[in-house]
């Protein structure tokens, strides 16, 4: 487990890069002056970016660049590489690792450092989760029907 919550952090590194490339491009495109401004489409090609850069590297070679640092693989139930709909299930359900808390604090206004503690212990206990497993995959890479794999070293 150290290892996936290693690559999901170097991931987050890796992600400010992309994010900050689709932000850079919408609002140079849309003539974008300030965040605030057509922020709904912000955040969609945002969603959009981060889409393209899960989804693309899963299917091409199964490997994010921080699962190729930290020697991991997504491949699907029977060791093969992802087709794109499975990949896009599993990129779908990776966001229950920051949706339900995140709503849940909208919904009862919570400030922004709740909200923060908040999601925080719902990434320990959704990846505390995975012990329930034999295996030990993370919850929606079962539902997905996809496994993360050691890669050689």
């Given at each position: 487990?150290?290892?996936?919550?290693?690559?999901?952090?170097?991931?987050?590194?890796?992600?400010?890069?992309?994010?900050?490339?689709?932000?850079?491009?919408?609002?140079?495109?849309?003539?974008?002056?300030?965040?605030?401004?057509?922020?709904?489409?912000?955040?969609?090609?945002?969603?959009?970016?981060?889409?393209?850069?899960?989804?693309?590297?899963?299917?091409?070679?199964?490997?994010?660049?921080?699962?190729?640092?930290?020697?991991?693989?997504?491949?699907?139930?029977?060791?093969?590489?992802?087709?794109?709909?499975?990949?896009?299930?599993?990129?779908?359900?990776?966001?229950?690792?920051?949706?339900?808390?995140?709503?849940?604090?909208?919904?009862?206004?919570?400030?922004?450092?709740?909200?923060?503690?908040?999601?925080?212990?719902?990434i320990v206990l959704w990846?505390?989760?995975?012990?329930?497993?034999?295996?030990?995959?993370?919850?929606?890479d079962v539902w997905a029907g996809t496994r993360?794999?050691?890669?050689?070293?």
């Amino acid at each position: 487990m150290f290892r996936r919550l290693a690559a999901l952090l170097y991931e987050s590194v890796v992600l400010f890069g992309v994010l900050w490339v689709a932000a850079l491009i919408y609002g140079l495109v849309v003539d974008q002056r300030s965040g605030i401004m057509d922020r709904h489409g912000l955040q969609a090609s945002a969603f959009l970016a981060l889409a393209a850069y899960f989804i693309g590297f899963w299917t091409i070679g199964g490997q994010t660049v921080a699962m190729r640092a930290w020697r991991l693989r997504v491949v699907n139930a029977s060791g093969q590489p992802l087709s794109l709909w499975r990949a896009a299930l599993r990129f779908a359900l990776g966001w229950l690792w920051v949706l339900p808390p995140l709503a849940f604090a909208w919904a009862l206004g919570l400030e922004h450092a709740a909200a923060l503690l908040m999601l925080v212990a719902w990434i320990v206990l959704w990846a505390t989760a995975s012990r329930l497993r034999a295996d030990r995959q993370f919850w929606h890479d079962v539902w997905a029907g996809t496994r993360l794999m050691d890669t050689p070293g």
